[in-house]
Structures are given as C-alpha cells and as structure tokens.
C-alpha cells in the first residue's frame, strides 16, 4: 500500500514537472519565436539611440575674409523637475540671473506636472526646456551654481536618502542636451545687414521626431541657405542604464557635412563708410529713407550696399518689417533726371542726334500732346551735351520723340530696366515698364524725363555703370567664391556680361557731357572731387500718388556718378526719400556722394588724376578693420 502511495506521487511529481517544464517550455517559444519581434523592438527602443547630428552653418566673409556671420556652439539647458523636488524655488532662485530669464517663469516650468502612463500608473515629468541657444560659458557657471547651491541644511546630518536626493538634484536637476545647438552671430552688429539677412528656426519632423533647423530668412542668408547649412550626419549606437554611450557597440557613425562659407565682393571698410556717409546724412535732411551702392563698372562687383534706416540681424525682431526691407531692389519709383542717360545715350547710339545738335526748349514751356511739359529754369536753345549739362527736361523730350517710341522702349530694355538684375538676393523686383502698345500719346515725352516708368535703385546704377564700362551692361555680382571651412576654394564666380547696350563711341559721347554736370554750369557741382575727373547725372522725381498723379512737396532726391571719369575704377549712387531742408538731387545727394568718393579712393589707393596725393578724409582718418566696424546709430524714422 505504501509502495503504490510513492508510485502516485512520484507519478503526480512527474506530471507536475512536465506542465511545468510544457508551460516554460511555450513561455521560451511565445519569447523567442511568437513575440520576439516585439520584444527585440521594445529592448533596442530602451538602449539603443539614434542622433542627428547637426553640421556648422558657413560663416559669411567680406572680400578681405573679415567675418561678416558665423555660428557659435551653444547649448539647450534642460531639467528634471522630478530630481528637482520640492526645491524648485531655490533651483529658480540660483539660475534665473544667469539664463536672464524671469524667476517665476523658471519656477513654472520647474514644478513637476503629474499625468498617467498608458497603464494608469501616476508619472510626474523628467523634461523640460529652460532656455535655448545658451552660450557655453554661461552654462559653465550654472553648473558652478548647481554644485555649490546650498539649501540651508546641515546634509550630513541627514538620512542616506535625502543626501542621495541632494545630491541627484545638484548633479542631474538641471543639465543640457548631449547634441549641442548653434547660435548665428553677425559681430559688426548692423553692417551689411539687408545684404546679409538673418536666419531663424524652422521645425521639421524626421521619423517622427520633431526637429528645430537653423534657416536662412532673408538676404544671402536665405539665398546661399542649401549652401550655408551643410548635410546632417547621423548616429545609431547602444546606450546604458544610466545613458552612457557604450561605443563599441555603434552601429553607425556618420559624421555632418559642415555648410561652405559664402565669400562676398562686399568691403566692409567701405560698407562702413557708406553707412557712416549716409547716417551723418539721414540726421541733416530727415528722409524717410536713404541708401547708397558703390561698384566697380568693370566687374559688376558690388563692394558696399545698405540702405538706413537697417537693422541688426543679432535681433531681427527688434525693428519693424519696414525696416528691414531693402528698399536697393524692393522698391520703385519713378527715376527722375537719371533716367535721361538712356534716351541721350540712345538717340547717341542710333546717331539721332550728336553732342552739337542744338534743340529749342522753348523757355520751360513745351507744348505737346494737349499736355504743357515745363523744366525747372528758362531754358532757350541748348545742344544735346548741354540737355544733360542743365538736365533740360524739355530737351529730353525732344530727344526722345526723335527717336522714336519702339526704339526708345529697346534701349530702356536693353539697359536692363524692368527687369530683375538677378542680384543674388531676395525680394527683388523688375520695375514697371510698360509696352509701348499701352503708352498714352504723351509718353513719349515724359518717359525721357523720367515719368512713366518705376525703377529699382540698383537698376538705374547698372545703367550708369554700363556707359561708364564702355557701353556693355554687367549683372551686379554680390558672391565672389564659395569655400569650405579649411578655406578650400569650392565654386569661383566670374562677372558676368549681360551685353553691349551702345557702342564704344557713343559712351565715349556720354562720359564727355556727364562731365559736365558736376561742372560750375552743371546741376551737381558739389559732386566734383579735387584730384579726380568726375561723370554722373543729378535726378529730382517727384513722387507719384495722390488724385492729380503726384504728391505735391515730396521728392525722390538722387546722384549717380563715376570715377575717373575716363577710366572708372567706381561707379557710386545715393537716393533720398522725401528729403527735408531741400530736394534737389544736385544740392543734397551730390554732397553725399563725394564724401563716399573721397573716403572709398584713400582706401582702394586709386591714383590721383592729377598726380598729387590725395588728402585722407575726416570720414576715415581713423584705421578702421573687421573687430572695430560698428554701423552708426541711426534715428528711427
């Protein structure tokens, strides 16, 4: 009887041990066979990490390699409000100052935010973003901070694991994101600033994770953006428990593609002057607005453009959108006398007409088309150099109708007018030139004086610069070169000739009557340099709107002139919007070209004409380099 009560538990035993070993059994094969991609997926989400890693934005060079913009590494302070506790207020107390960032807004964020997890299980959050783009010397002191904070309490005599919490809190409480982040710097503040734009932050989503880009928002910031940014690299790699990357077991390590610099023709010791030129003259005359290029006529290169008032691209955000519009090529206007270079050079060029030919400007009254057309003096008879020498509105006309209106609408294509120069910039616009199918009868005579058609500033100074370059239009050139962070040159621009507008002879016919416009019987005699023959034209358009067509007392007041006039070296340009105390382009904009003038031929050492040095001016007495340019203050408008 005994013997069969073993047998039955040996027997019980057995069939225990075999479910036993049946269910472990399934369990091994539901793990490792039924469920294991699941499982393998779960175990790789909580070790293993993928990194983007994020490429150096090129820097922006000035043609002499000072920096114009560059990127600094800095860092995303974070933190636990779990390790943090109930000690938040101290934490916020110790940090603020440094992030410059409100003590209550900090102690908001700090304070844990309980929620439930899929299982209904209370969680209370381990992350949150203090402050963004924190240079690494503040996050330094924060550290130093943290380590030191003191919480009025003797730690030693307290239990194991309220020192252990301490000192979690002031070693992981707070902290920064393991991938650093990167901070644009424009370190001459305002200088170049519609040339060089600014960037801001663009959020992406890549698998499924949400991603802030630095991107280009406008000027060649925003042009030379898929340049500038460079290729993300990327990393896969096994972490553990506490976060340590555990290196040999990286799958992937693909390292960024850091952005090329972009080397521009801009100099910015003369960026600096005109800046300077054009905000002494912003204070004397109170313009909505001023701007001011210079380029070299050869090349097309364009070696300063700004516009005031500006910005600075450290804090976009801190002007209007007005402000950083760059008015150079977003906006139009009627040209004014300027715009009587095309139809003389024209009328030269189609041998319409010579230097000598004489016109009747009929005393400042030209009747014509039911339409009484009037110049700003009594003019008599005056041949066509003397048209451009007194800037004879009537003459112009004259000029014009002879020519004819299908031949003058080619020439002002030609010259480029209404349509974009291809300025390697945002924004720009082509103008409003209308086909002669849509001129009324007296266009003819007033597009010749300017009316009737709206230019960029930019536009009207290629088309000095084309007679100034011996009648060949170039394209306005802004990038010189690309190259990589070693300096490696990657991509060269050439100029680029868009064509020949007249012919040699006759631009040689221009230069000899602007000559004369900055003569004592010209429009412009303050526009003379003392050691340098000077050719340009004055311009006094006044601005269209209002029910009768134009804005009574408000004027576009402009000079665009070349020099040496013979062989240019620069050819320099200045616009005045709705000038105060004058509107004579001759009066107020003349003056300020021949500041620029003389400051940009002491600087680029052009040879006097006359063979004497050339006196430094006031404007650049003082040696000016890229860690001592800073842009004027302007007055905002």
Known sequence: MAKQLQYRRLVLLALLLGVAFAGLGYRLVDLQVLRYQE????????????????????????????????????????????????RQAEVARAVAPLLQVSEGELLHRLTPRLTRNTNGATITNHYVVLKRKVQVETWQKIQMTM????????????????????????????????????????????????????????????????????????????????????????RVTETDRPGRELVPMREQDVEPRDGLNVVLTIDSVV????????????????????????????????????????????????????ARRNRVIADVAEPGSTFKIVVVSAALNDRVVQLSDTFDCQHGRFHFAGRVLHDHESYGVLTVEQIITKSSNIGAAMIGIKLGESRLYDYIHNYGLGTRTGLPLPGEIGGIVHPVKKWSKVSIAQIPMGQGVAVTSLQMMMAMCAIANKGVLMRPMLVDRLEDRDHVLVAKYSPQRVGRVISEAAAEQMVTALKTVVSPEGTAPKAALPHYTVAGKTGTAQKSGGPEGYLKGKYFASFIGFFPADNPELCISVVMDEPKHGYYGGQIAAPVFKQIAEGAANYLNIRPEDGEAAPVPSTVAAPLDSRTLKTAAVRSQ
Not at 49 to 70: K, Q, S, V, Y
Not at 218 to 230: N, T, V
């Open 271 to 322: 960026q600096h002057l005109v800046e300077s030129v054009l905000a002494e003259a912003m204070e004397k005359h109170s313009p909505l607005s001023i701007s001011g290029i210079v380029v070299r006529p050869r090349t097309g290169e364009i070696l300063a453009l700004a516009t005031l008032p500006n910005f600075d691209p450290n804090n976009p955000g801190g002007v209007s959108a007005d």
């Open 147 to 234: 380590t030191n904070l003191s919480f009025g309490l003797d730690e030693k005599k307290l239990p194991r694991h309220e020192r252990e919490f301490y000192r979690d809190l002031r070693r992981g409480g707070v902290y920064v994101e393991k991938l650093d982040d990167q901070l644009r710097v424009y370190p001459n503040q305002a200088l170049a600033a519609h040339v060089l734009g600014y960037v801001g932050m663009d959020e992406h989503e890549i698998n499924g994770r949400r991603l802030l880009e630095t991107s280009g928002k406008d000027g060649i910031e925003r042009s030379f953006d898929s340049k500038l940014a460079g290729v993300r690299g990327w």
């Open 39 to 86: 499982l393998n997926a779960r175990a790789r989400h909580n070790t293993r990490r993928e990194f983007l890693l994020e490429p150096r934005r090129g820097d922006i060079l000035d043609a002499r390699g000072n920096l114009l913009a560059t990127s600094a590494f800095v860092k995303t302070v974070c933190a636990d409000p779990a390790l943090i506790g109930n």
